[in-house]
Each structure stands twice: as structure tokens, then as C-alpha cells.
């Protein structure tokens, strides 16, 4: 079964038709089960460790993987699957909370700037700056409660902030990063049913939280915060993509199709060894060999 068309179900790099009622959370495509798909897991899993290994020796580019997405979608977990073959060296995860104080005491990309890729590494924000037209749009008191002088709080701020953010990304991007979003598309029906297993498995009991249950009373405030963003920041050269959340085997093939995707398009290759670097490998090994 090919995993190729997979990325390109789900991509969404231009936003003016989006409508987030198009895509099914519980979609599997033409996958039928968690062992149908799990070869083509473990392959995509390889492959990417592969790539990354020529993205780390080639240090051009840089990646930087996005994911956004209601409680208990599975984002954790999906990070942890899918770039579980990679070298630690190359990789690195951040995960997103509430800004601290010292963060609040700039604009709203400072903090997630001082955490993007190096050349020839992958970055995963676990949340990002689009809490800023998520969280923040849903709760506008933490807007108020922050730093931002008054009168620049206006009705118009959220699509100033994506046309900041688009901008970033754009300039991100012309400096070689290279961005993925993925927005995991959970079902509300879904979500219960993960919250009542983390209330009542005890191994899972850790990952409850109270604040949860409070979120889950603005679904369809966030659900249209979703959508308007992914419509307002969907681009060619930072698409989004629609994962559906229901099956978490599903979203883990699908993130790791997408990666693969993304890294073959680059193009990767070990650096190329000019004469004079071959004179000094070939140097070396006879003085080596020379050692008694
Ligand atoms: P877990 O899977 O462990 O629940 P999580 O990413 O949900 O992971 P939490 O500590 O539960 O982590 O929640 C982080 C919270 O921080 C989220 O509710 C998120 O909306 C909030 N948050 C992140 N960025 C911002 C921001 N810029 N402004 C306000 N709140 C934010
Ligand atoms: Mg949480």
C-alpha cells in the first residue's frame, strides 16, 4: 500500500476554500488497521533517519515541525513514534506553556525564535506562536491581563498577527528552514473518550488535567479558531496539514509520510569530498597505518 499519496490528502497550502468540516477526524484512508499500516510506519520511521543524518552532515537546511491540536490528540505521542529512529543529536523538541513572565515582556514570536533549528537540524515546537491565535483568541482576557499597550488591542489583531506570521515564515523559509505545520484533528467524541480513560486507567490518571475539561467547554470556539487560522496561514512553502486524530496509528503514519516527503524534496546528500580533503583522508590513513 503506498504512503506517498498520503501527505498529499492532507496538505493544505492555501486557505481560501479550507473549511474544517471537509476533513473526517476519523478518516484511515485505505489503511484498515494499526497492523496494516505498521511496516510502513517503521519504514518511514528508517527513511527519515536516513535523511536526517544527510540533513545534520550537509548543514544547509533547517526543518522545523509544528504541531497544534486540542487536548488529548495524541501530539505527545505522535512526536515520540515518529521521530523515535533519530539521532537525539540532530533533533531537538520544545514543548510550549503558558509565557512566563520574562516571555510576556516581549513580542509575541520572542520565545519560540529563540528555540527554531540550526542548520542541518529538525525542530518541533509541541505548541508555538499559533497559541497566540488560539488560546489567546478564545480567552481575550489573557490578551488584557498581558503587556500589549491598549491601543493596539483592536479588532483587527488577529489578522494582523497572521500577517506577522506569515511574514516570519515566509522569511524563515527564503533563509532555508524549512516548515511543516500539523494541526491534529481530533473529534469531540474522541476526546471524552481519551479524557474517561485518563480518569479511569491508573497509568494514565497522571495526564489528566482539571484545565482540560474547562477547554473542552469552548470546543467550537477553538474549532473556529482552527479553521480561521489554517486559512489565513496556510502557504505553498509552510502548508498545513489536517491529520485526522481519531486513529492515533493513522496520525503517526500520516506525520511520518509527510516528513519523509518533506526531507526527499530536499534533496539530501553527504557533503562531497574535494581533492584537497582526499589528500589529507589519505594522509591520515597512512600515518595510521604507519603507527606500530
Ligand atoms: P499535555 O499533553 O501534557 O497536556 P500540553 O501541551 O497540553 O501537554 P499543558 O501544560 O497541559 O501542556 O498546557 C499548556 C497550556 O499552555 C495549554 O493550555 C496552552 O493553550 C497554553 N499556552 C501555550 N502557549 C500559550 C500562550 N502563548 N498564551 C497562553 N497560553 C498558552
Ligand atoms: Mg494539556
Same mark, same amino acid.
Given at each position: 500500500?503506498?504512503?506517498?499519496?498520503?501527505?498529499?490528502?492532507?496538505?493544505?497550502?492555501?486557505?481560501?476554500?479550507?473549511?474544517?468540516?471537509?476533513?473526517?477526524?476519523?478518516?484511515?484512508?485505505?489503511?484498515?488497521?494499526?497492523?496494516?499500516?505498521?511496516?510502513?510506519?517503521?519504514?518511514?520511521?528508517?527513511?527519515?533517519?536516513?535523511?536526517?543524518?544527510?540533513?545534520?552532515?550537509?548543514?544547509?537546511?533547517?526543518?522545523?515541525?509544528?504541531?497544534?491540536?486540542?487536548?488529548?490528540?495524541?501530539?505527545?505521542?505522535?512526536?515520540?513514534?515518529?521521530?523515535?529512529?533519530?539521532?537525539?543529536?540532530?533533533?531537538?523538541?520544545?514543548?510550549?506553556?503558558?509565557?512566563?513572565?520574562?516571555?510576556?515582556?516581549?513580542?509575541?514570536?520572542?520565545?519560540?525564535?529563540?528555540?527554531?533549528?540550526?542548520?542541518?537540524?529538525?525542530?518541533?515546537?509541541?505548541?508555538?506562536?499559533?497559541?497566540?491565535?488560539?488560546?489567546?483568541? #478564545?480567552?481575550?482576557?489573557? =490578551? @488584557?491581563?498581558?503587556? +500589549?499597550?491598549? /491601543?493596539?488591542?483592536?479588532?483587527?489583531?488577529?489578522? !494582523?498577527?497572521?500577517?506577522?506570521?506569515?511574514?516570519?515564515?515566509?522569511?524563515?523559509?527564503?533563509?532555508?528552514?524549512?516548515?511543516?505545520?500539523?494541526?491534529?484533528?481530533?473529534?469531540?467524541?474522541?476526546?471524552?473518550?481519551?479524557?474517561?480513560?485518563?480518569?479511569?486507567?491508573?497509568?494514565?490518571?497522571?495526564?489528566?488535567?482539571?484545565?482540560?475539561?474547562?477547554?473542552?467547554?469552548?470546543?467550537?470556539?477553538?474549532?473556529?479558531?482552527?479553521?480561521?487560522?489554517?486559512?489565513?496561514?496556510?502557504?505553498?512553502?509552510?502548508?498545513?496539514?489536517?491529520?485526522?486524530?481519531?486513529?492515533?496509528?493513522?496520525?503517526?503514519?500520516?506525520?511520518?509520510? #509527510?516528513?519523509?516527503?518533506? =526531507? @526527499?524534496?530536499?534533496? +539530501?546528500?553527504? /557533503?562531497?569530498?574535494?581533492?584537497?580533503?582526499?589528500? !589529507?583522508?589519505?594522509?591520515?590513513?597512512?600515518?595510521?597505518?604507519?603507527?606500530?
Amino acid at each position: 500500500m503506498k504512503v506517498g499519496k498520503l501527505a498529499k490528502t492532507y496538505r493544505v497550502d492555501s486557505g481560501k476554500q479550507f473549511r474544517l468540516k471537509d476533513f473526517d477526524p476519523a478518516d484511515t484512508a485505505h489503511w484498515r488497521s494499526k497492523d496494516h499500516a505498521e511496516s510502513a510506519l517503521q519504514e518511514g520511521i528508517a527513511r527519515t533517519a536516513e535523511m536526517q543524518d544527510k540533513l545534520f552532515a550537509q548543514d544547509r537546511w533547517a526543518v522545523l515541525l509544528i504541531f497544534q491540536a486540542m487536548d488529548a490528540a495524541g501530539k505527545d505521542g505522535a512526536i515520540k513514534h515518529v521521530m523515535s529512529g533519530v539521532n537525539p543529536q540532530g533533533c531537538q523538541v520544545y514543548s510550549f506553556k503558558q509565557p512566563s513572565e520574562r516571555e510576556l515582556q516581549h513580542d509575541f514570536l520572542w520565545r519560540t525564535t529563540r528555540h527554531l533549528p540550526e542548520r542541518g537540524h529538525i525542530g518541533i515546537f509541541n505548541r508555538s506562536y499559533y497559541e497566540e491565535v488560539l488560546v489567546v483568541r #478564545v480567552h481575550p482576557e489573557l =490578551l @488584557e491581563n498581558g503587556k +500589549l499597550p491598549p /491601543p493596539l488591542i483592536t479588532k483587527d489583531i488577529w489578522n !494582523e498577527r497572521f500577517e506577522d506570521i506569515r511574514k516570519f515564515e515566509k522569511h524563515m523559509t527564503r533563509d532555508g528552514t524549512v516548515i511543516r505545520k500539523f494541526f491534529l484533528n481530533i473529534s469531540k467524541d474522541e476526546q471524552k473518550r481519551r479524557f474517561l480513560a485518563r480518569l479511569e486507567e491508573p497509568e494514565k490518571n497522571w495526564k489528566f488535567s482539571a484545565t482540560d475539561i474547562r477547554e473542552r467547554k469552548y470546543w467550537n470556539d477553538y474549532q473556529q479558531a482552527y479553521e480561521d487560522m489554517i486559512r489565513n496561514t496556510a502557504a505553498k512553502d509552510a502548508p498545513w496539514y489536517v491529520v485526522p486524530a481519531d486513529h492515533k496509528w493513522f496520525t503517526r503514519l500520516v506525520i511520518s509520510a #509527510v516528513i519523509v516527503d518533506t =526531507l @526527499e524534496e530536499l534533496d +539530501l546528500s553527504y /557533503p562531497k569530498v574535494d581533492p584537497a580533503k582526499r589528500k !589529507e583522508l589519505e594522509a591520515a590513513k597512512e600515518e595510521l597505518l604507519k603507527e606500530k
